[in-house]
């Protein structure tokens, strides 16, 4: 037909549609490296907690320190609201669904306290692991000075949808430029999901993005609003900034991929979309460690008016040490993330991250477990 | 393989199917305006109530107008058939399932009766709201006027599939430039689907089209008769229409998406595609303001021969100010329509509707919810 | 990647796939006409009972001319099998589903009486009506000649698949041109599904090709063998050699799509693929009037060592006149088949089934309608 | 958009994805013959049982050497680690399925005894049946000598992803061209999925390569780690491979699709796709004479630290002559996958399996028979 359109529709992808494909060469999962870097930190494992009540308390912060990961902390989540944090999430955990979207408003409409900021990031360096905390937009500017004097390592600034020109009248938009010059920690800046804010973002001088709207199945900005990029196209796009950025600049910058996993399969394609890390949330509310004792919600959840979200049953599936290393005896790929990324880069050939970034990967939507497929592979 | 074909196939695609991309500059909600005119009539939301007698009665259309939108009275539904509409609304209500079609066709086959149409409208205009009111072809050139007469400010044209030039023995044609010459008064003329009818309709005169041929599940068009275009390739072949109809001719048509919505996110999409608005019947059947009272029901349902869809049970979900304007705990998106709207238009940094034109929007499957994802997003 | 492939697979449709694009001129139902030929012989109604035995007696082909369309006999079932086959009905009727194949692989292995095909031909000729009789190609050598000489119409070969050029070493390949020479009645072959086939077959001097291969969800030909291609792509594909093979011969062939109806929506889209007739099975197996009083099978089910397919229930639905004509209080579209063709025909603005022919149509995958849309549609 | 991405990403098909287009000449499946080659051994049909322990036991072999095909024996399963791998088998059989991995992985843990070896050998060679053993690549230097030694005729190296160059610290990648040499029985290497690498196997002087990676539902690779191809795509790469190497030497290196079948369908797609033979697990393990007694487990799964699938019941369904030669009354495409790939050839007018191979084949989503189909074609 050759229909006339007013624009144009591409074709973008998420992990149930993509598989990676085996590399010409394999080796033996001994011989791999997952390090990975922000900025001048380094860490053992590119997989980070996110910053959710649910899952990053400081001592689960600390937990994954010692596990060779990173857990963000929402510094404007419980703990800096409340002196006693847990006796409030021993509210959310008990209260009944219904009506429990209600009780997250209100819980989170108490104010921030400025003085916990501190308290909390001191918490974590007392434990002496490395400490990130996460600050929204509005608040970065007056309160993450707060952190950094506590001794915060890293600065994460994360809404939903962040570009690095924000119009508002309320607040002047947050310069990162400025952010960067004043802190003097590596700051990592998300959520992005285009080639062009991602390299708007790198120009400005940060460490690291944050790749993802809207792909999670507990996060309903998608259905409520419509926007979001499903991950592994909104990854590619991400990394091709950044693969260009280094080209132009020789400053290599850490893209983070966030939210959407389901599986240790789902964190090896991010991966091989070109993520340099992954951020996961419930995966982490799954561990004995959590904070939010099989229960997690979501930081656009609890919105005083257009919630998107909301407080979810994710069960406690094991402690921390299984769900990164293992050994596990669960086959659906929710445990041993790190042993499964290992494999992934022995059937790549990948000796590190950087390696597995040469990995090919196909569109093969997954396969239909419907119980009436008879034959099992090896 | 080249395969000799009698035809070629394009890929056309629905709500579900796309999703928007955020935008390089983001704004702040409170700075975005979702003001939206048909002819000389200006609204403030760019949100209709769908001629549906479940949905729409005068006093619904009153309400309507209070909350900054457009209410269409069905001018050959109940209201114009029974002198006491309410009664026959009570039946269909208390009708049991089975057999309600039949008794759907019976109902509709009462003759209209023409000095209710004027009494109708006299309500509306009485309640001090816009009033706009809705024809079939076959009856808009005799009844149109009487509506006119009796102070209507918008007249709608509408049946299934509608062009400017439909060939009968029974009538002759409408001819929509001496419709529109004669009444005065702002005409919205629909449904349709395609560029080069969208294009054919704006020539003749008209102020707005409503898009979308069997879109919605309760509407079975498509089912029983094989015809539809999904509502965001039908939006974008009428937009293109408008953009090149303004480009030559500098008259701007509104372009209303007409039904298959199911979220705040769906209203966003179409406004994506290219609409300046959109009408939705089911929505506005469940509040608690709907003289449906919890069920709805189409206006090809009633055919007397091939009936196509039936009275279905939407349920009370809220007030009309809730389902515009929330505050809303409902996560699912079918609250606070223009806060998802405006949240929206933030994200893509679009001031005003006509910016949010400029948003990009991509194929992306609709996220599978099936309890088995475990990662929930901020 | 530009991976090398050993073959390239091109894409197919089926009726669930496509939605037909109203035309840019509309006219009223009641100016269309359904008219179609096989031949000399000339149908109110482009639509065929197919030679399924619960679906078409000597009776119900006699109701099917007295409704404008045509019912096909099977010359090889039940009633060329035994004297008395209502019997034997009323066994396969009452068989319980377990073991429900090994019966009619048993029933069927009954032989072939040749007296019994003449003496049906006439019952059907003497009821006044058209009468066409299918054999399979082994068989039609043979049997045909009887038939005609008993005084059928038209005479139906059909087998799952059928080529110009069958190889067998037990029984030598038909050559249709010289059964046409022979028979001198029209002649309808099938099934095939490719330009290729269709064109040697139109060559070999026969009125009438059936489409399809494997499309219906009782027939298993796919599951068990593989084989098969969707209907609407089979049908573009058989239409373009019709075209092709008019333009140069000047000579018109029936093309006619067979099996994987659902809707009066799929017969509309069969059409518009360029289909110029359609033949169902199961929905005339629903009509009261049915010797399979609410079950069928399909002629491959029966197949001594690899049987595909079974009797299913598909329960009894409403007269033959209901089903063809209405008026109807059903809603999905099983009823009123003619009437829907009417309005489709309407909407694309088409005097008769070769107008249809020129409609457009895209690829629209089928509307869900899993209770959670929430927008009616007129 | 044109959108930048960091890289392309191509579509793979799997079997519930395409269909096979009847031929343009058809023959009477009597005609066709079914014989395949692997090296110097030739087979009446092209149908392999794979090396799984649920599926073939040194009986099982034989029984599928009667049958004309070859059962391959895990050298490295239970029966090479315990003296009487019978009443270990009735453990794995009567465990209950929760905790059932951690079983098998324990069950696993024994050691490979290396007389056990030689003794299954021959029992098998003893039997009359020609024996093919499989090893993992680690163990196939020092193991497979031994079970030629004793006799075997074909030795096949199988890992979840094998390559020609495997990197390791712990042993030295195995050198296919020096095994080649040493052992002078053809071999069988695998899994792989792409055209690099089959060509790059091929090389190496192997006579079969296997087919597949994560194909499977019960095999949940794909799930754990990411990794997989679907079938079609990875066998229409290797036998482009296979080709090309062939025009190139002039040897004919054996495709084997290993894996992902679900019906007799399926089988005939693999060989259209290129396979010149097809390795299955379940549905042997389903036969009456399979050791599994109706249960099956992959090679993966247990794994000590990140096991991938499990035991899953799959139920018996008859005898293996049965599965492979019917006669049947199933209509699902379980049984008689000798006489379902004859009917696919007669169809599309093959009398060999190489003929077989110049079919074409679409893309077709697979049927949903959601019982809301009505038509039952023939």
Not at 7 to 16: H, I, N, S, V
Not at 224 to 251: H, I, K, N
Not at 263 to 270: L, S, V
Not at 279 to 286: S, V
Request: proline share 5%; aromatic share 6%; glycine share 12%.
């Amino acid at each position: 037909m050759g229909r006339r359109l007013f624009k144009e529709l591409e074709r973008a992808y998420g992990f149930d549609e993509v598989a990676i494909v085996p590399g010409q060469v394999t080796i033996n999962p001994e011989l791999t490296s997952t390090k990975m870097n922000v900025g001048n930190q380094e860490f053992e494992i590119p997989i980070m907690a996110s910053a959710m009540d649910g899952a990053v308390s400081p001592g689960f912060a600390s937990h994954m320190h010692d596990m060779g990961g990173l857990g963000v902390l929402n510094a404007e989540g419980l703990y800096s609201r409340y002196e006693d944090p847990y006796s409030i999430l021993e509210e959310i955990i008990s209260a009944p669904q219904e009506g429990v979207t209600e009780f997250l408003q209100k819980v989170y409409s108490e104010p921030i306290r400025e003085e916990l900021i501190g308290q909390r990031v001191r918490e974590i360096k007392n434990s002496g692991a490395t400490c990130a905390v996460s600050f929204t937009p509005q608040n970065t500017k007056r309160m993450s000075p707060i952190a950094v004097e506590a001794g915060a390592d890293i600065i994460v600034v994360q809404s939903t949808v962040t570009t690095a020109r924000h119009m508002s009248n309320s607040y002047r938009g947050l310069v990162f430029s400025e952010l960067i010059d004043s802190l003097k920690v590596p700051v990592i800046v998300g959520n992005c999901v285009t080639y062009e804010v991602a390299m708007e973002l790198m120009e400005s001088g940060i460490d690291g993005i944050l790749v993802g709207v809207g792909p999670g199945a507990a996060c309903t900005t998608r259905e409520v609003v419509g926007v979001g990029v499903p991950q592994v196209t909104a990854t590619l796009q991400c990394a091709a900034a950044r693969e260009d950025y280094f080209r132009r600049t020789g400053r290599y910058v850490t893209v983070i991929t966030d939210g959407g996993f389901r599986t240790g399969g789902d964190i090896c394609k991010a991966i091989v979309s070109g993520a340099d890390a992954v951020m996961l949330g419930t995966p982490f509310a799954q561990a004995e460690e959590a904070p939010g004792r099989g229960f997690n919600w979501g930081m656009a959840n609890p919105h005083p008016e257009l919630p998107r979200g909301t407080r979810i049953s994710v069960g406690t599936k094991g402690t921390l040490k299984q769900i990164l290393y293992g050994p596990t005896s669960r086959t659906d790929g929710t445990q041993n993330f790190v042993g499964a990324l290992k494999v992934a880069m022995g059937m790549c050939g990948a000796y590190t991250i950087r390696d597995l970034h040469k990995a090919e990967m196909i569109v093969a939507p997954s396969i239909k477990t419907e119980g009436k497929f008879f034959q099992m592979s090896r």
